[in-house]
């Protein structure tokens, strides 16, 4: 790559102060409102049951291509892209367009008789696969996928790309929710554990969680020697000179485990995380940590990469927020009672408990970060500092009780149904294959975005490119990580990474 070029390239993402956490909030809006199409189509359509060519494009342009729209063309307009994708939602449901007999057949098999309904919870998973989360951690991914390539043509606001010091950004939240979401699914083993009456020691922990992240070790390393040998742009205040995301991910299990209660409990877990973004946030404010990691020199290893090493404790705090808030949407918490009333009343406390940590989180934002009722702390990704914990955690926990409330009012058979066989075809209904496909394999989908990213910097000028054809790229790009996750999942491929 030219020098000339290189520095332009590392300018254009250096030196930004972000954006406003409402307009945030509007465009990432965009999935919730996207799914809430998607469901009505298929709740009351049936639209996307039999999945042809139109149901996958169709699915593509909800859940893809109205992400990719929300961050570029409609980046001015979020509000105006929320009402385009709400208005035919609502229509659908205000004016149902299924026959009765289609909702029939769509309603699931429930276990009226004490024999059929007592045989048919043993079956059930005390773990089941639950659509709200599989669609929360599948947008995440397809926002993150879309907005590491978006970031650098000119069609992307500067304002959604990382800050450097001070501030939010759509990227910024976009890496918090990565880690919030890892943690979450991290707490199914734990539980599975419970479940089953072991208790593994900690050095048994301790050995399954290295050996799981040995694998991200390599990809970091292949990214620094990759990123160093094509003299790549690099963007060194965002994590350092040989520190990047995937050594973050690689490091969060190990040092998570040491943290492990006995028991899976929310509250101490949620503690936890707070008192160690409290305790770091500590160390910033009243030690000289935070001028060494925003002004220090680079002269040795520590300092080079400093970024990283120590907004790793942030990330670590955000870690333990998303495997707290799994340990009570993961379960299926069922009680001796099978009723449908039953199933029903937990559903609900689970969106109130959802609903509920919402508000508790961002409470909390807002008193480290109110001038007159608070700290007057200002949001760092930088320094992952505690705002930035909070907000995260805040973030996330809103999407997914957005996302639990249209699974919920949408697709109700699924927290209703109490068989095992019936479950599976429920849940499916409920589950976009799209979603399901970038969620299923998301590392592997990760890293091949980034290996895209890379490929298409090194070949085309994206700061020379129009805004028509910075559209078509992206389209392209999205329209083959798609492609290649659907098929993976078509051909029931999981690949471990």
């Known amino acids: 790559m030219a020098q000339s070029y290189k520095v332009l390239k ?25 799914v809430l199409l998607w469901s009505a189509l298929q709740s009351r359509r049936e639209f996307f049951v039999h999945y042809g060519p139109a149901a996958l494009v169709t699915d593509f342009l909800l859940n893809v291509g109205a992400i990719l729209f929300a961050i570029t063309l409609y980046s001015s307009k979020p509000v105006l892209l929320n009402v385009l994708l709400l208005s035919p939602a609502v229509l659908i449901y205000v004016v149902p367009l299924a026959s009765n007999r289609q909702k029939k057949q769509s309603k699931p098999k429930q276990a009226n008789e004490t024999s059929s309904t007592s045989s048919g919870l043993q079956g059930l998973d005390p773990l089941p696969v639950r ?5 929360y951690r599948g947008t995440m991914m397809v926002v993150t996928c879309l907005a590491i390539l978006a970031v650098d043509f000119r069609v992307f606001p500067r304002r959604f790309a990382k800050v450097e010091n001070w501030g939010t950004s759509l990227m910024d939240v976009g890496v918090g929710s990565f880690v919030f979401s890892a943690g979450t699914v991290s707490a199914r083993p734990i539980l599975r554990d419970q479940l089953a009456g072991n208790a593994p020691t900690l050095s048994q922990r301790l050995y399954s969680s290295i050996r799981h992240s040995l694998p991200l070790l390599v990809l970091g390393m292949v990214r620094l020697y990759s990123v160093k040998g094509l003299d790549y742009a690099e963007h060194t205040t965002e994590y350092g000179v040989h520190w990047n995301f995937f050594f973050t991910l690689a490091m969060l299990p190990p040092f998570a485990t040491v943290f492990q209660f006995s028991h899976s409990s929310v509250f101490l877990h949620s503690l936890l995380s707070s008192a160690l973004g409290g305790i770091y946030q500590s160390l ?8 060494y990691i925003l002004t220090a020199p680079r002269v040795d290893i520590l300092s080079q990469n400093r970024e990283g090493i120590f907004s790793f404790l942030g990330y670590l705090a955000i870690f333990l927020a998303g495997q707290a808030t799994g340990f009570y949407i993961l379960p299926r918490h069922p009680n001796r009672s099978s009723s449908t009333a ?52 805040t973030f996330n926990c809103t999407q997914l009780t957005l996302f639990c409330i249209i699974e919920t009012v949408s697709f109700p058979g ?6 095992k066989t019936s479950e599976a075809k429920v849940v499916a209904k409920a ?12 590392l592997a989908i990760f890293l091949l975005a980034n290996l895209m990213t890379g490929l298409i910097n090194l070949n085309v000028k994206t700061l020379e490119v129009s805004r028509e054809r910075a559209i078509a790229v992206l389209v392209g790009y999205a329209g083959i ?3 290649v996750a659907i098929i993976l999942n078509a051909r029931n491929i999981s690949v471990k990474v």
Do not use: C, M
């Not at 659509?131 to 669609?135: A, D, K, L």
């Not at 910033?284 to 001028?291: G, P, V």
């Not at 109110?370 to 909070?390: C, D, E, K, M, T």
């Open 10 to 34: 590392e300018e254009f993402v250096s030196n930004l102060s972000g954006g406003d956490i409402l307009e945030i909030n509007y465009v990432t809006a965009v999935a919730p409102a996207a």
């Open 131 to 135: 659509p709200f989360i599989t669609t």
């Open 284 to 291: 910033l404010e009243f030690t000289d940590l935070k001028a």
């Open 342 to 393: 039953n199933v029903t009343a937990q559903r609900k406390r689970l969106i109130f408990r959802l609903a509920s940590w919402s508000i508790i989180w961002g409470l909390l934002f807002y008193l480290t970060t109110s001038y007159r009722h608070g700290l007057g702390l200002r949001v760092s990704r930088r320094l992952a500092n505690l705002p930035y914990i909070f907000w995260v955690s």
């Open 414 to 419: 699924v927290h209703k149904v109490l068989e």
């Open 431 to 442: 589950t976009s294959k799209v979603l399901k496909a970038f969620n299923r394999n998301g």
């Open 481 to 483: 990580l798609t492609t």
